[in-house]
């Protein structure tokens, strides 16, 4: 079953050099909100690509990861590659075999690492395979939190990522958000900080991302300064949010 | 780390580890669990920023008994841990009880018994509430019910335990301690505990010195010790029982629930007044001690009908809830385990069924 089409689908959403890549690695701290992130451009690709892939490699955090949104993921045509152990609750890390598959596939593979620097190391165990296949890896980051909440910061994490996970950050993500507390002005006013972050390890910005029901409509695919916007479904919900 | 946002986005987990160094403490041991842990990882990064000591034990036990260590020279500490690592804590609970040390330990609660699961649970009320360890003894508990809460309780419990000298439990659970939501007013906190005269920090020669313990040989004086507790609980519960009510004046239905049931119950409450159905709530913040005389008084509004418990558990809070209602009116429960969360839908047809017995309306 398909998902009604929602307001964002009137827009092509963002393009960038990462929108022409075959895999993207999406990682970040804590509560960037890269798995939401990951989810919706799974979906944004798929709209154009036949072939599109989210794998969820969070191989620490059990708890709220982008495998939960694999329903609406499957209904939409993107396949869900995600460890054994993921919606079962069991604490166990795990690697799924098919994630080599990616390197020398045809498709497209967008890469959710979760778990922070000790996730991205396990993720450094892979990075042969991702630099083989020109992985584009877009780090998310959300000033809202307390680890990257100014540009010395954001730098530090993006330093701490790369040389846990073995992956140079390509560009930088701005989902500075509250969660529903979020609104534009928010994100308009951090895109500035996340630009400095990235200018000062030679990393560009790639697009910001919010959630389009929080967003005013008439940004469409920019915010008004000309950043790129990807608008984004929330999919991933706590479980006291569910209505039914 | 010192300067943030006026508003930031923090991991329950994270509220907790950031409050207890914003008020003072410098001292956090513990041992690893689901779903925890984040607390510990950010007490490994913070501690060493602010001169604190960061100790990760060999077990949960070692764990207590280094807060009863620190906690007899005076400082600040705290423990945190998730449900099976709380079970073997408890002999360390009774005897930080004996030796009256004031100290804060998390429960992070996951779904028992025994190894049981990782998801949400609320099966350790009986145990934060009505003792775990051994002897007649209280702690404070407190239920937080958001990230916001989590981090104010966490401060506040600092105060406490250092108020009565007590060990100050904050039961929360798996879904509290790993979801994200805004939080403020984190500028820091006048860190400096109250005077701690019996703390042993060394008499300089100056004094005889302070003893800390639980031990008391001579019957007459052990007595005189656990009448001496028993005051100061007594004290307590006169003092510091805090819950949240919410519209049960003129409520057909009052549920009672804490932390992240409570949450659930809110949005369930919103439903049944969309069909005419008034329904109250009472959200203990302490749970012990619990608002008994909150619920006692909801329970003689004549447009009660009847009080609903709803419960992580087979049936833990109902019962301090029937001891308060006394009898005067009917007091039903819904309980989920394992994991699994009510769903708003079936807390509403058990309201439906109180408030609507015939289904109609």
Same mark, same amino acid.
Request: charged content about 5%; cysteine-free; proline content about 9%.
């Given at each position: 079953m398909r998902e009604a089409p929602a307001r964002e689908n009137a827009t092509a959403g963002p393009v960038g050099p990462?929108?022409?890549?075959r895999v993207l690695v999406v990682l970040g701290a804590y509560g960037s909100g890269k798995s939401e992130v990951a989810v919706n451009l799974a979906l944004l690709l798929r709209r154009t690509r036949d072939d599109v892939t989210l794998v969820d490699l969070d191989t620490i955090n059990p708890y709220f990861r982008s495998n939960d949104a694999r329903a609406a993921l499957e209904a939409a045509g993107v396949r869900v590659v995600a460890p054994s152990t993921a919606g079962t609750n069991a604490d166990v890390p795990a690697v799924p075999g098919e994630v080599h598959g990616a390197f020398d596939a045809a498709g497209t593979f967008v890469f959710d690492i979760g778990g922070e620097d000790m996730g991205a190391r396990v993720v450094s165990s892979l990075r042969d395979g991702f630099a083989r296949c020109g992985a584009f890896v877009l780090m998310v980051v959300n000033r809202s939190r307390p680890f990257t909440a100014d540009a010395g910061r954001i730098a530090d994490m993006a330093d701490e990522l790369a040389a846990a996970s073995g992956l140079p950050v390509d560009a930088l993500v701005d989902n500075t958000n509250l969660l529903g507390e979020s609104d534009g002005r928010l994100l308009l006013d951090s895109v500035g900080e996340v630009r400095t972050a990235g200018a000062r390890r030679g990393i560009p910005l790639a697009f910001a991302s919010g959630v389009d029901a929080l967003l005013p409509p008439e940004w469409r695919d920019a915010l008004p300064d000309g950043t790129p916007l990807l608008r984004m479904r929330r999919h991933l919900t706590y479980p006291y949010e569910n209505g039914a | 780390m010192d300067r943030l946002p006026d508003r930031v986005l923090m991991k329950g987990n994270e509220a907790i580890a950031e409050a207890a160094i914003r008020a003072g403490c410098r001292h956090y041991f513990g041992y690893p669990i689901t779903p925890q842990t984040e607390i510990a990882h950010y007490m490994a990064k913070r501690m060493k920023s602010v001169g604190g000591v960061f100790l990760q034990a060999e077990s949960e036990v070692a764990a207590i008994n280094m807060v009863y260590g620190a906690a007899g020279a005076g400082a600040r500490v705290m423990t945190t841990s998730s449900s099976p690592g709380i079970s073997l804590k408890q002999e360390g609970f009774s005897y930080i009880a004996g030796a009256e040390l004031p100290c804060v330990v998390v429960n992070v609660a996951r779904c028992g018994? !025994?190894?049981? @699961?990782?998801l949400p649970a609320q099966g350790d009320y009986f145990q934060a509430t009505k003792? !775990?360890?051994? @002897?007649?003894y209280r702690n404070a508990v407190l239920a937080p019910a958001s990230v916001q809460e989590l981090y104010q309780l966490t401060v506040e419990a600092f105060d406490l335990a250092d108020r009565y000298r007590v060990l100050v439990l904050i039961l929360a659970d798996g879904t509290l301690g790993q979801m994200m939501e805004p939080v403020s007013h984190l500028e820091p906190k006048d860190a400096t505990a109250a005077g701690k005269p019996w703390a042993t920090v060394g008499t300089g020669g100056k004094r005889f010195h302070n003893t800390i313990t639980s031990?008391?040989?001579d019957p007459e004086r052990l007595e005189a010790h656990n009448l001496h507790l028993q005051a100061k609980y007594a004290k307590i519960a006169r003092n510091e029982v805090r819950c949240e009510s919410v519209g049960v004046e003129g409520a057909e239905v009052v549920v009672t629930a804490f932390g992240t049931t409570a949450r659930i119950v809110r949005n369930v409450i919103r439903q049944a007044a969309e069909e005419g159905i008034k329904v109250g709530l009472i959200r203990p913040i302490t749970l012990w001690p619990f608002p008994s005389e909150a619920v006692a008084a909801a329970a003689a509004h004549?447009?009660?009908k009847a009080l609903l418990s709803v419960e992580l558990n087979a049936g833990q809070m109902v019962e301090d809830v029937r001891l308060a209602v006394n009898g005067a009116k009917p007091v039903q429960f819904h309980g989920r385990m394992g994991g699994m969360l009510p769903t708003q839908r079936e807390i509403l047809e058990r309201i439906r069924a109180i408030a609507r017995p015939e289904g109609g309306t």
């Open positions: 990462w929108s022409a890549a | 018994p !025994g190894l049981g @699961g990782i003792g !775990g360890g051994h @002897g007649d031990i008391y040989i004549p447009s009660v």
